[in-house]
Nanobody, 110 residues
């Protein structure tokens, strides 16, 4: 089982940027599906961005602002988040082949 560790969260003002990282304890090169999900306070966990064999997909609310990428050599998945809004606040989790990280808090507030 692969262990995942997210990092890069924090407090940022609206309009700011953050880059989240998700580093795996083992190789991710063979992983077909991976994703970043967000859980806002009092809400269910929802998909923000995902990589599948068909390409990269994004939730409508983050299209044009977030970019998901992978670095197989570093066993790391990234989520670049630009033009952040208060509605982007939540705990962000990465998922690689049905393995979950512990989450990283993102708070967008002035």
């Amino acid at each position: 089982q692969v262990q995942l560790v997210e990092s890069g969260g924090g407090l940022v003002q609206p309009g700011g940027s953050l880059r989240l990282s998700c580093t795996a304890s083992g190789s991710i090169s063979s992983a077909v599906t991976m994703g970043w999900l967000r859980q806002a306070p009092g809400k269910e966990r929802t998909l923000v961005a995902g990589i599948t064999r068909f390409g990269t997909i994004y939730a409508d609310s983050v299209k044009g602002r977030f970019t998901m990428s992978r670095d197989n050599a570093e066993n790391t998945v990234y989520l670049q988040m630009n033009s952040l809004k208060p509605d982007d606040t939540g705990v962000y989790y990465c998922n690689v082949s049905d393995n979950w990280g512990q989450g990283t808090q993102v708070t967008v507030s002035s």
